[in-house]
Nanobody, 121 residues
């Protein structure tokens, strides 16, 4: 089983920045995605990064957020700049595993516990 731990959330004013981190307990091959969810709303996909470093972003964050990875440390980052009140949510990282699979690295998606981001106007 893979455990993910997010950190870096907090409260900032509009226009501020935060960097979220997601640390994985196992070295596997993942597409890593960030999602966010505000209470009472559906989960929204924010960004993803392939094992080869290719990145994709939701239109709502494109140009403001940057996803990256440190493969040696199994840590993924979401740099969030120019934050807006509508970015307020709990942010989760979630694995989308890729082969090769093993006993520790199976074809199962895992999600962290989330980290709260609050942006005030």
């Amino acid at each position: 089983q893979v455990h993910l731990v997010e950190s870096g959330g907090g409260s900032v004013q509009a226009g501020g920045s935060l960097r979220l981190s997601c640390a994985a307990s196992e070295h596997c091959t993942y597409v890593m995605n960030w999602y966010r969810q505000d209470p009472g709303k559906t989960s929204e996909w924010v960004s993803g990064i392939d094992p080869d470093g290719s990145t994709t972003y939701a239109n709502s964050v494109k140009g403001r957020f940057t996803i990256s990875q440190d493969n040696a440390k199994d840590i993924w980052y979401l740099q969030m700049n120019d934050l807006k009140p509508e970015d307020t949510a709990v942010y989760y990282c979630e694995t989308d595993p890729r082969p090769p699979y093993s006993d520790k690295c199976g074809p199962v998606n895992y999600r962290g516990q989330g980290t709260q981001v609050t942006v005030s106007s």
